[in-house]
């Protein structure tokens, strides 16, 4: 089956021009320390922000490639991606990127996209709640526009079974092996009850094979979430180590404890044998998760379009195109 996703494959990860790790060296060459900086107070104040800036940026990511459209608010003129399925009352950390912004056009103006901020931001929030550093390739330009059509075809959902998942990241040119290890990024934040109701009652009828949730497990998810109403309320997805970026997520989907259908899917899904062997070797060898996650980071971060090169610009605010 999977064989019949590569024919969907799209190179979406273009070289031109090829992204560089010294891209800033002369023209800002604080711009490491500045986000980190605004990454370790935000971080401290909340380790939430950690996971809100890593989500962030994969779905800037994941649309038109990591081009900053993630980050743009609704105009008369332009219709962001903020409203899409899978980003309304849920995508958050856009006030921190702002923050960071602004101190990078203080220090340089004009000079630093905001999807390479988001990219080194996501790559420091991994490392501020215990993650592996990885070298951070640069060059982005911010688009001029935005899609929410594509914004709500390519993001994944919770409650979609495992092979339409799966040709998502094959479409954005990411590899089996690529998914499982980005997914490892569940190890730290939270869901809303609205994206594990339907894991907790049994309403699912994709692939899994439905490995059981312990019963107090079940029982704690159930208060937090219940049949009708309290679709804000949220728990961790990592039912260990919420705030701390390491392997644990994989054992618990090893336990049967993934919190939403999609997580679990790549364990117990009956087309999941490839998935599953890479659940049991990231449950197992911690390293080879880190190593390979900061390997499909950077691969995911290059995921660019050349559209964005040549129409793209400077953002001197995030949130909106230059005029
Ligand atoms: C199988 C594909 C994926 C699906 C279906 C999925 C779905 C979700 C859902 C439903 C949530 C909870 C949102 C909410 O309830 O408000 C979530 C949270 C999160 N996702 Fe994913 N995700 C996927 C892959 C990824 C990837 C590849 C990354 C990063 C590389 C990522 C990073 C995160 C993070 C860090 C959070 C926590 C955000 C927070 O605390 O607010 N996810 N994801």
Not at 14 to 24: E, H, I, K, V
Not at 110 to 133: M, Q
Not at 225 to 249: E, H, Q, R, W, Y
Request: hydrophobic letters at 40%; glycine letters at 6%; aromatic letters at 8%.
């Amino acid at each position: 089956m999977l064989f019949c996703l590569i024919f969907i494959f799209r190179n979406a990860a273009s070289d031109y021009p090829p992204l560089t790790l010294d891209y800033y060296k002369s023209t800002c060459p604080t711009v490491f320390e500045i986000v980190r900086k605004e990454m370790e107070c935000a971080v401290l104040s909340d380790p939430r922000n950690a996971a809100l800036v890593v989500r962030l940026h994969m779905h800037d990511c994941f649309v038109q490639g990591c081009d900053g459209s993630v980050l743009l608010d609704d105009t008369i003129d332009l219709q962001g991606e903020k409203k899409a399925s899978e980003n309304i009352h849920s995508l958050k950390g856009f006030r921190l990127i702002d923050r960071i912004k602004n101190m990078l056009e203080s220090e340089c103006p004009g000079i630093v996209s905001c999807a390479d901020i988001l990219t080194i931001a996501a790559r420091d929030a991994v490392i501020l709640v215990g993650g592996p550093y990885w070298d951070v390739p640069l060059g982005r330009k911010d688009s001029r526009t935005a899609s929410l059509e594509l914004a709500n075809s390519n993001l994944p959902d919770a409650n979609e079974g495992l092979l339409s998942i799966l040709s998502k990241f094959i479409y954005q040119g990411l590899s089996v092996t690529d998914t499982v290890a980005l997914l490892g990024s569940h190890t730290i934040g939270m869901a809303r009850c609205v994206n594990f109701r339907p894991r907790i009652y049994g309403d699912f009828e994709a692939t899994s094979d439905k490995t059981p949730i312990s019963e107090a497990y079940l029982s704690n998810l159930k208060s937090i979430c219940p049949t009708v109403g309290g679709d804000k309320n949220i728990t961790a997805m990592d039912n260990v180590t919420p705030n701390l970026f390491d392997n644990s997520f994989y054992l618990t989907l090893v336990r049967g404890e993934g919190l939403l259908n999609s997580d679990q899917e790549m364990y117990s899904s009956v087309f999941g044998i490839e998935t599953r062997k890479l659940v049991n070797k990231f449950a197992e060898d911690p390293i080879a998760f880190f190593q390979q996650f900061s390997e499909s980071m950077v691969k995911m971060g290059n995921i660019t379009n050349s559209d964005s090169f040549v129409t793209g610009e400077v953002r001197r605010n995030c949130r909106f195109v230059n005029t």
